[in-house]
């Protein structure tokens, strides 16, 4: 790779030894000199520590809230295909009801004109039988014809009666799935508003050490989840198709996580991860969670790039696995897509899109 992207083998590298070089707090062995008294005191790392997890968990919150977002679209985006559906069913069963209704008219004035007159008498009463007797052998026909278009009638006016009940039930859901969007939508803005809000209240400094705690926090994980072996029989080779989904996730990085969106030029976790596998040809669900629920689970053993590392015990996050004990995913609101380490947030599972 080139500019913004690199070996997963040298990320690795860089992250195993800045496990092994930089101790959390470290770079603040010796004591910060004293601050004058105009400037705010510094906070201590215990106390921005504190303010590290409630950001994580503000930003979390938001990404399960995100998560209910991106399935209540599609839930919506589906029910408004099928009630376009059934539109368009609605108006060929109008049209073809109409035409029924024409020729059921017809044939009620064609019988008003023979009288009604029974068969027995028409047939004493006819100058020619042998005519009658023909002309009774298509009303006969016709009587046939018309019992069949009747029920091509009623079964017609049923179809419609059906359709109209299942646009209804659609249109409620698709109602109460609007309703679930916005109130995800309003919960997500607050939840990454709070966490901004609280980052905003730290001094430049403190911020820089902010970052610095994240990062000593996402290596201490990933060096105890190498340490566990974790790595040691993984080995799968990926698949041709596999090969194409980390090509297309490794080729965004650099570019922003934003909720919800699905590219090209932002991401959130999931959106990378279903357009990457949507690039290799296969069609995956669009959020974390139903990742997890619809995709096959594997060992991690049995662990190839392209396949999916579902994180949390609610499935909130995910990224792609690529390979040496690395991860390209898109991380979190004010952060960019990025190579990770696998073991750098709780693991809840493996998924494989192209099993």
Same mark, same amino acid.
């Given at each position: 790779m080139t500019g913004k992207r690199y070996s997963t083998a040298a990320t690795v590298a860089l992250i195993c030894a800045a496990v092994v070089v930089t101790a959390p707090g470290a770079a603040y062995a010796s004591p910060p000199p004293p601050s004058s008294p105009a400037e705010p005191t510094p906070r201590s790392d215990e106390s921005l520590e504190r303010v590290r997890k409630e950001i994580e968990k503000l930003y979390h919150d938001a990404g399960v809230a995100t998560d209910a977002y991106n399935a209540a679209e599609e839930k919506a985006d589906k029910q408004s295909e099928q009630i376009v559906k059934l539109a368009k069913d609605i108006a060929e069963g109008? $049209?073809?009801?109409?035409?029924?209704?024409?020729?059921?008219?017809?044939a009620a004035r064609a019988q008003y004109r023979g009288g009604g007159m029974p068969d027995e008498a028409q047939l004493m009463l006819s100058d020619d039988p042998r005519q009658f007797l023909d002309g009774?052998?298509?009303?006969?026909?016709?009587?046939? $014809?018309?019992?069949?278009?009747?029920?091509?009638?009623?079964?017609?006016?049923?179809?419609?009666?059906? &359709?109209?009940?299942?646009?209804?039930?659609?249109?409620?859901?698709?109602?109460?799935?609007?309703?679930?969007?916005?109130?995800?939508?309003?919960?997500?803005?607050?939840?990454?508003?709070? $966490?901004?809000k609280l980052e905003s209240r730290l001094e430049k400094k403190e911020r820089e050490r902010l970052r610095k705690l994240e990062e000593e926090a996402a290596l201490k994980k990933q060096s105890a989840w190498v340490g566990s072996g974790a790595l040691k029989d993984i080995g799968g080779k990926m698949t041709p198709e596999g090969k194409k989904a980390?090509?297309?996730?490794?080729?965004?990085?650099?570019? +922003? &996580?934003?909720?919800?969106?699905?590219? +090209?030029?932002s991401y959130d976790c999931s959106g990378l991860t279903s357009k990457a596998w949507a690039a290799a040809g296969r069609g995956i669900p669009r959020t974390s969670q139903e990742q997890w629920k619809q995709l096959p689970r594997i060992d991690m053993k049995n662990m190839r790039p392209g396949d999916l590392i579902i994180y949390h015990a609610d499935a909130s996050h995910v990224g792609m696995y690529v390979g040496d004990g690395a991860i390209v995913h898109a991380p979190r609101p004010g952060r960019d897509v990025t190579i990770a380490g696998a073991g750098s947030m709780k693991i809840l599972g493996v998924v494989r899109p192209d099993e």
């Open positions: 109008q $049209a073809r009801l109409k035409k029924l209704k024409a020729r059921a008219g017809a009774a052998g298509r009303m006969r026909q016709g009587e046939k $014809a018309t019992k069949g278009m009747l029920t091509e009638l009623r079964r017609t006016q049923e179809d419609l009666r059906i &359709y109209a009940e299942d646009a209804t039930a659609r249109w409620k859901k698709l109602e109460a799935n609007r309703k679930a969007k916005a109130a995800s939508k309003k919960k997500i803005k607050k939840k990454i508003a709070d $966490a901004e980390v090509e297309f996730a490794t080729a965004q990085i650099g570019k +922003p &996580y934003v909720w919800g969106a699905e590219g +090209p030029g």
